[in-house]
């Protein structure tokens, strides 16, 4: 049996200039950060023919074609498996649809899981490439790079997304102290709100390569804030970052009316008011966590915790994507 394991991730600037539709013209850059939930793969070899599936859903099929997960069929047909008689299942510390790139983390455990099945190596590199040109190029989904890449690396990772697709990661530099700094505060919380992403990534895709100048214009500010953040942070200045935060989230929320919903607007502004100095919701936005940084957690929980929203703690991850159990 072999088991793999790809972090989820939080973004902590320059998110949405990773679609292709923008960084093939203007170039993108974000940091990403790797935190310590999981999605788990298990691929073994069942004593009988066809291929089994365990996620949501069960499926048993005679072939690859008959597979109805779109990332599973494709990933067994391109890594071409000759008649496969495999058993895939998959688990994840928190569900689909909230914001942690959960897909990205699935696409790369499964692929890891797979050439660990046949006793072949692959870098972190090629496996989000591998990663991404199943979801984007193959399935045409309406989403960027940083989800593959950063499962893949792992880590606090600044990735420059260049115009013929090629994709540079760099560790940010932060000091062990600033590393401390975020981990105490930094909170998440889980707003109760699942979406699907796609049709808020879709509209911004349209209107990107429709050389709309409103988006544009807010991509190329928040690349910029990126940046911003990206120097922040390698000073040691957190609460610069936290600020950055803040404007971040107001530019996020202009690119698309789907973004927030009035009860997610409210508890920013509680959590602003009881020491956040900024924050967004994590992902394309619509629902799933909001993060922020404050220099009072505990005053901060003290105010989100009653309105019910469930704190998820945690802390980064420094392996990427990889095999437990082989």
Request: charged share 25%.
């Amino acid at each position: 049996m072999i088991i793999t394991r790809s972090p989820l991730r939080i973004t902590l600037g320059g998110g949405g200039t990773d679609l292709p539709s923008y960084y093939r013209q203007y170039g993108g850059f974000l940091i990403a950060a790797a935190i310590d939930k999981y999605v788990y793969v298990t691929v073994t070899r069942p004593f009988v023919p066809g291929i089994y599936l365990k996620y949501s859903k069960l499926e048993h099929v005679a072939s690859t074609e008959e597979i109805q997960h779109p990332i599973i069929r494709e990933a067994i047909r391109m890594l071409n498996f000759k008649q496969p008689q495999l058993e895939i299942t998959t688990l994840a510390d928190i569900p689909a649809g909230t914001g942690l790139g959960s897909s990205g983390s699935f696409t790369t455990a499964l692929l890891k899981a797979l050439y660990a099945y046949r006793r072949e190596l692959i870098h972190p590199r090629e496996l989000a490439q591998l990663a991404c040109e199943i979801e984007i190029n193959r399935l045409q989904e309406p989403i960027g790079r940083q989800d593959q890449y950063i499962a893949a690396y792992g880590g606090i990772t600044c990735f420059q997304f260049r115009s013929d697709d090629r994709v540079e990661a760099t560790p940010l530099q932060v000091s062990p102290n600033t590393l401390i700094d975020l981990e105490e505060n930094l909170l998440l919380f889980f707003t109760g709100f699942e979406r699907n992403a796609a049709s808020i990534l879709k509209d911004q895709h349209i209107r990107t390569q429709r050389a709309d100048k409103e988006i544009l214009e807010n991509l190329h500010y928040i690349k910029e804030l990126g940046f911003r953040s990206k120097q922040a942070l390698e000073a040691g200045n957190t609460a610069l970052f936290g600020k950055l935060m803040h404007e971040h989230w107001e530019h996020k929320k202009a690119r698309s009316g789907k973004m927030s919903n009035s009860k997610i607007d409210e508890w920013y502004k509680l959590g602003r008011a009881n020491g956040a100095i900024g924050g967004k919701l994590v992902g394309a936005g619509g629902g799933g966590f909001l993060i922020f940084y404050t220099e009072d957690p505990r005053r901060l929980r003290q105010a989100m915790v009653p309105e019910g929203l469930e704190e998820v703690r945690f802390r980064f991850d420094f392996e990427g994507t990889k095999v437990l159990i082989a």
